[in-house]
């Protein structure tokens, strides 16, 4: 084996076992999960990511993967059955990676609570249910269903229609696969000696013994210790680290040794993380209140330290000596300090884990030769707190990260020794020595609490560049986690507290009992049961990606002389090329040739719209991640060791990076947009008021979970095969035509399915499949490139960020009258879609409300970033976002309920848009009515009224928001679509229309709608893929108006059979579906045909601001509460109540999950992710673990959302609504909320009335707009004096 191979490689490109996914190859998205089992005393099975594994590691330990535990064709798991049937599984691709860590739980513990799940999948992510679905198919497993999971009153998870849990095959632990007998007895063979393995780069050496370690650790300093590889594993993917000698000392028994002694308790170096977590609990239950408080601390980390399957891995020796100035335990063991015993072959020595042990940034004291053998936890004498802030809770790296510990002198609150260790402000981990001591010998109380700020203000600085940004935010945290400190301890002397709201964590604040619920309408009684049209019937592909049987792109199996492509991407902004060298990556082995534009063979101009972008640069670098070439060998490893020796000389040109620069530049891409009606002059004349404003809103990575990839295959005659996750295969066939310089009738794309879209893949896939075609066709063998996360993010763009700016004029009523506002979007080095996505931000630039005299603006900021694209909303959730804030404004400004300004000025019946589209069959009201009613609207603005009176540091929010989306392509060309249907001799029928399945269900409603009009049922219909040679010319997958467009061409296509066949169904009425098949075959009957669909009456003209835009809309509200923490800026969501339109569903349970996975996608833009660009333009946030999406604990406790009944829509297909893009607008009302609740925060200070609050809502905003005594110590640096980390794009 080679040392540099990962389990995932292995088990993907060695034995074409591909159901285990790559997401990330970091640790960070769970895609890659595998259960692994090792017999020590007993058989120990743990969830592992597969990604950060080394094949070497898994001496005498038996690997589950998904296909090991049930198939489609064998027998389901019912692990696997339920993720399934509850709908919890869209795109699939996170879906064995869910479905392992939840086996993994079940073979340690058969009858897990609900706490016990949700810990099981702190390292799983989904970008795409929502994950509510997931957990209640996985509750169906648990005990104490009613403890964490409590189900009000009237609601009954167990009672919505979209499953049945009665339905589940039982399940049974006994019937589990057993740990391998050979292993077993091998394992019990206790030494297995040195074990070596050798590869091209490093040599793997396994000791078995404490002294072969110390000696081979002697004769190799600079060998890596490796356990978990948590570390390592990054440093040699992601920092081109190359180790060549690795020391694995995990199966060491002094390192994995756990002992008590007089003082505390000693863990071997190698114990992993969740083992010492184990032994922690058991000794907090076990001993005394007053011994544990350390060990408290330390658990408190540990559970919100990485995910699982980290932590079963990591080891605690990797985490100290890892160095990292953000560890999460090293503050720990500083505050309360712990020894750490050091060893070489000549002896051991025992340092005390304090300011001394690191010297500097991931340096220690130890020597080359010396390895840590244990650290000692002590029992504490001390009051100890760990604090941990990060942008996200569950699996993140921390932002600040303290603790802190304190002794009094005997029967007093005299301070005798104290300790404030903090991560995240230096280069190490540090002591607070300065303020420590200072506080010595004075009493615990408001005095000390006064000294210790201007002290820890003056002691804990950062430079204002600081790398990590967010300076102003962190010198703060550290005043806020030193109070929350200051009061638990107060607490702990039971003292008089008045502001004990201080103390607490919003993680602890649970004391909203959480519940998950779903309204649907129910199908009318007596239909028949083979129509499936408005069911909620599972998801057509769902069984297969929970088995891991699901084809994805790159798990087509590899051709015999198939060959792996790496991009060349420029690392400057913009910049003129001077040179490109590759001779050193030609030589490098496996390489068979390096790519460059002179390869190209047609046109190397290319651009879904407008062709003003390279396939590959040649002159000049218009962002960092411009494609200028590719190396193509013979794997993957090899291609990409060979990209990154192609040297690039560039001549550096003045980058424009952000909206604000590209505005001072006045670079701007053309037309710039305009929508007028009304008389703006005479509606600011009319206003009571004027008020102005602005608020930027932050880009959105997709995060699809399978990245862009592409397989090129060239066939005969210039023909090219080409397999694509792409929401666009027509596009992606003319543009590689246009590159290949062959008419589009050689080329044939085809998609199976996506791991997920998004927008993602509606246009910038064509780039990577653009270059992998032509290296296909240059060397006349297939071509594969998956790109890696990082790549990908880099590479493909995203949700612009917006800038709005307005002014609106308004009656004392709180009535809008007049309206100006101008959007700014970053569009990056080309167009793209940019120019539609801004006129969608513009047609929905009053969201829902009635505005009489209006004026919206568009600008596209021409900028060096990687050009920005389509993303679920396209520009319509920034152009509401901006509406929201000036609707907010209106009502702070007035001091009244923004509820009531924001009903005041709803549209009703009749009211025409600014772009003069009247609007008929409006359901706002009712949405509106139902959710103040469903969510106690009226209730809950009292209680948290009250809430917010009794608490100084925790504050709740309460907003509600609707929102109206638009539905058609607003380019009238793109709103048509085909379908294919062959029926065959059996009655079988394959059905093909021109969307792509993405996860978001399409092909199951497809099946649903031919089912319906042919009569059949489903079982009897197939989809196989889209294909450009079955259903050419089509539209993306977009827009939300898939089902519409694709949904109304399968019908028109079943119709046209339907009376081919009617004349057989008439001569023979009892017969069955293949009876009348059989008869029209042998009558000679084409029983194959197309379908074609155009939405009818369409077309907007910008110049007369006439004609119809939307063939209609969709609307929805929702309410939701949130608590934020007001020291900390971590805030919690309470509860949402979502009321969506979608007309009469054609698939409630598929419409369900899309509100949800749309309602949580929006929940990470407006409240968690972040994209942070340097200010040279480099995106600094390249995987999951410094951009985060929502996970897991990120969904409200509370969770309702139900469908509007009685709303059928009479322009689309079975009076079905597009469900999409609508419902990720509402996440909208969790931002306000939070705005809100930061209200109440300032309000505190004495500080009202409207201010600015920027998207996303993210930890560091929440805490630096609630204004106070500490905010005020840490002011931030004077903007233009010094060089910022990132930037606002
Ligand atoms: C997705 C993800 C999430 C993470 N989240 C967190 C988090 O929330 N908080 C946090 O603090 N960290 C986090 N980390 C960092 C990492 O997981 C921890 O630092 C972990 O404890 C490292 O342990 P390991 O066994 O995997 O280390 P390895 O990668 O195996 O080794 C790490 C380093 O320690 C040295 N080393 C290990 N053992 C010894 C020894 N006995 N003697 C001498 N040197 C030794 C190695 O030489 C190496 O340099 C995260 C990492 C990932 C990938
Ligand atoms: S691929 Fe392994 S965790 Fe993402
Ligand atoms: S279903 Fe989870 S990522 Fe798509």
Not at 172 to 185: A, C, G, K, N, Y
Not at 315 to 329: C, E, F, K, Y
Not at 448 to 463: G, I, N, V, Y
Not at 509 to 521: D, F, G, M, R, T
Request: net charge neutral.
């Amino acid at each position: 084996a080679d040392p540099e191979m990962t389990l995932l490689t292995y088990l993907r490109r060695k034995l074409g076992l591909t159901g285990t996914k790559l997401g990330c190859a970091e640790g960070g998205c769970g895609a890659c999960t595998v259960m692994l089992s090792r017999y020590q005393t007993h058989t120990h099975h743990y969830a592992v990511n597969a990604c950060l594994a080394p094949l070497c590691s898994l001496h005498l330990v038996a690997v589950t993967t998904v296909e090991g535990i049930g198939s489609v064709a064998r027998e389901l798991h019912p692990v696997q059955e339920r993720i399934a049937m509850a709908h919890g599984s869209q795109c699939g691709f996170c879906t064995p990676g869910i479905v392992m860590s939840m086996y993994a739980l079940l073979r340690n513990n058969p009858k897990p609570k609900m706490a016990d799940v949700e810990e099981a999948f702190h390292g799983n992510l989904c970008r795409c249910t929502g994950y509510r679905p997931i957990l209640e198919g996985y509750k169906t497993f648990t005990v104490v269903r009613n403890t964490r999971y409590l189900t009000p009153v009237n609601v009954d998870l167990f009672t919505t229609s979209l499953f049945n849990p009665a339905d589940f095959t039982p399940f049974d632990p006994t019937q589990e696969v057993i740990f391998p007998p050979e292993l077993m007895s091998l394992s019990k063979d206790q030494r297995s000696g040195l074990l070596c393995f050798r590869g091209d780069r490093a040599s793997w050496l396994q000791p078995d013994s404490l002294d072969e370690f110390l000696r081979l650790k002697w004769e190799h300093p600079d060998a890596r210790v490796v356990v978990g590889n948590t570390e390592v594993g990054i440093e040699v993917k992601f920092k081109n680290m190359v180790y060549p000698v690795i020391l694995a000392p995990a199966f060491i028994p002094e390192l994995n040794n756990v002992s008590h002694t007089a003082d505390g308790v000693v863990f071997g170096a190698a114990c992993t993380l969740s083992h010492m977590g184990a032994v922690l609990k058991k000794a907090v239950e076990t001993l005394p209140p007053h011994q544990t408080e350390v060990f408290l601390a330390v658990l408190e980390q540990l559970r919100w330290f990485a995910g699982l399957q980290i932590r079963n891995v990591a080891a605690v020796g990797g985490n100290i000596m890892t160095a990292s100035p953000i560890s999460d335990l090293n503050p720990v063991f500083m505050a309360a300090g712990c020894r750490l015993t050091l060893m070489d072959k000549d002896g051991s020595r025992v340092v005390q884990m304090d300011d001394g042990f690191f010297t500097g940034y991931r340096k220690t004291v130890l020597r080359p030769q010396e390895i840590l053998l244990s650290i000692e936890i002590p029992y504490s004498k001390k009051l100890v707190s760990a604090f941990k802030q990060s942008p996200r809770r569950e699996d993140d790296i921390s932002i600040v990260t303290a603790a802190m510990s304190v002794t009094f002198t005997p029967g007093t609150d005299v301070v005798e020794d104290l300790r404030l260790s903090y991560g995240g402000m230096a280069a190490t981990t540090v002591l607070a020595k300065k303020t420590a001591n200072g506080l010595l010998g004075r009493h615990w109380g408001e005095e000390l609490l006064q000294e210790a700020c201007s002290l820890l203000a003056k002691e804990m600085t950062l430079d204002p560049s600081a790398p990590g940004g967010m300076v102003t935010y962190r010198r703060t945290l550290t005043l806020s986690l030193f109070y929350k400190f200051y009061l638990t301890v107060l607490q702990k002397l039971r003292l008089q507290v008045s502001e004990h709201s201080g103390c607490f964590s919003y993680r602890e604040a649970e004391n909203i009992p959480p519940y998950l619920s779903c309204h649907l309408q129910a199908v009318p009684e007596g239909r028949s049961q083979d129509d499936s049209v408005g069911r909620p019937m599972m998801h057509l592909s769902a069984l297969k990606q929970a088995t891991g049987e699901a084809v994805y792109c790159d798990d087509v199996p590899l051709y015999e002389n198939e060959l792996y492509l790496a991009l060349i991407t420029s690392s400057k902004a913009h910049a003129n090329i001077l040179s490109v060298d590759a001779s050193a990556a030609e030589k490098m082995p496996g390489v068979v040739t390096c790519l460059f534009a002179d390869d190209i063979p047609g046109c190397n101009a290319t651009g879904p719209i407008e062709h003003d972008e390279t396939v590959l640069a040649h002159r000049q670098v218009t962002c960092v991640g411009h494609i200028i070439g590719a190396v193509v060998a013979d794997t993957q490893l090899h291609a990409q060791r060979a990209a990154k020796a192609v040297r690039v000389q560039y001549e550096e040109l003045q980058p424009i990076i952000t909206i604000q620069e590209a505005i001072a530049a006045k670079s701007f891409y053309q037309p710039i947009r305009t929508i007028q009606k009304g008389d703006l002059e005479a509606g600011f004349k009319q206003a009571d008021h004027i008020l102005e404003g602005e608020i930027h809103i932050g880009g959105q990575e997709h995060f699809y979970l399978e990245t862009n990839v592409t397989l090129a295959v060239p066939r005969e005659e210039g023909e090219m095969e080409l397999f694509v996750s792409t929401q666009s295969a027509s596009k992606t066939q003319s543009l590689v035509a246009k590159a290949l310089g062959v008419p589009a009738n050689r080329v044939v794309v085809r998609v199976k399915r996506m791991g997920g879209g998004f927008g993602g893949k509606e246009s910038r896939t064509t780039l990577l499949s653009t270059v992998v075609a032509v290296a296909a066709n240059k060397l006349k063998r297939p071509v594969r490139c998956m790109l890696d996360r990082d790549e990908d993010m880099m590479i493909t763009g995203g949700r612009h960020p917006f800038y709005g700016k307005y002014k609106v004029g308004f009656l004392n009523s709180g009535k809008v009258v007049s309206l100006d506002v101008s959007y700014y979007s970053n569009v990056g080095n080309s167009m793209d879609l940019s120019a539609s996505v801004m006129e969608r931000a513009l047609f929905h630039m009053e969201n829902s409300y009635s505005v009489a005299n209006v004026r919206g603006r568009g600008f596209l900021c021409r900028t060096n970033l990687p050009s920005n694209t389509a993303f679920r909303g396209f520009g319509g959730p920034q152009g509401m976002m901006v509406t929201e804030s000036w609707m907010t404004d209106v009502a702070q400004s007035l001091g009244r309920p923004a509820e009531q300004v924001r009903r005041l000025n709803l549209y009703v019946e009749g009211e025409s848009t600014p772009y003069n589209q009247v609007l008929d069959q409006i359901t706002l009201d009712r949405c509106w009515d139902e959710c103040l009613t469903r969510s106690g609207y009226q209730e809950r603005r009292a209680a948290v009224d009250v809430y917010n009176s009794q608490n100084r540091w925790t504050k709740r929010g309460l907003a509600i928001v609707p929102t109206k989306f638009g539905i058609s392509f607003t380019v009238v060309f793109l709103n048509q679509a085909g379908a294919l249907v062959h029926i065959y001799t059996d009655g079988s029928v394959l059905l093909t229309h021109g969307g792509t399945e993405m996860g978001q269900g399409l092909h199951t409603k497809m099946v649903q709608v031919a089912s319906r009009v042919l009569g059949i049922p489903c079982s009897k219909i197939h989809i196989s893929e889209t294909s450009t040679n079955t259903v050419p010319n089509t539209s993306p997958t977009a827009a939300s108006a898939s089902s519409d467009l694709n949904g109304g061409a399968v019908q028109n296509a079943c119709e046209t059979l339907n009376q081919r066949l009617q004349p057989y169904k008439t001569k023979n009425p009892k017969g069955s579906w293949e009876d009348w098949v059989r008869a029209a075959y042998f009558d000679r009957v084409n029983l194959s045909t197309n379908g074609f669909y155009k939405t009818p009456n369409l077309g907007y003209d910008f110049e007369t601001n006439s004609g119809r835009a939307f063939n209609y809309f969709s609307y929805g509200v929702a309410c939701s509460e949130v608590e934020i923490d007001c020291l900390t800026g971590a805030h919690k969501n309470l509860s949402t109540t979502i009321v969506m339109d979608v007309g009469n569903s054609l698939n409630p349970a598929i419409d369900i999950g899309q509100v949800e996975g749309a309602f949580m996608q929006g929940l990470g833009l407006f409240t968690l992710e972040e994209l942070h660009y340097s200010p040279q333009g480099v995106l600094l946030t390249r995987g999951p673990g410094s951009y985060k999406i929502p996970a897991f604990g990120d969904i409200p406790a509370q969770l309702t959302v139900s469908l509007l009944r009685d709303a059928p829509n009479q322009k689309a297909v079975f009076a079905s609504k597009a469900v999409g893009e609508p419902p990720l607008f509402l996440a909208a009302s969790v931002f306000y909320a939070i705005k809100d609740a930061i209200s109440a925060s300032r309000a505190e200070s004495g500080i009202s009335g409207p201010f600015r609050l920027d998207s996303p809502a993210s930890a560091e905003r929440i805490r630096n707009a609630c204004s106070d005594r500490f905010t005020k110590l840490c002011p931030p640096a004077e903007p233009g004096s010094f060089t910022p980390w990132s930037v606002q794009v």
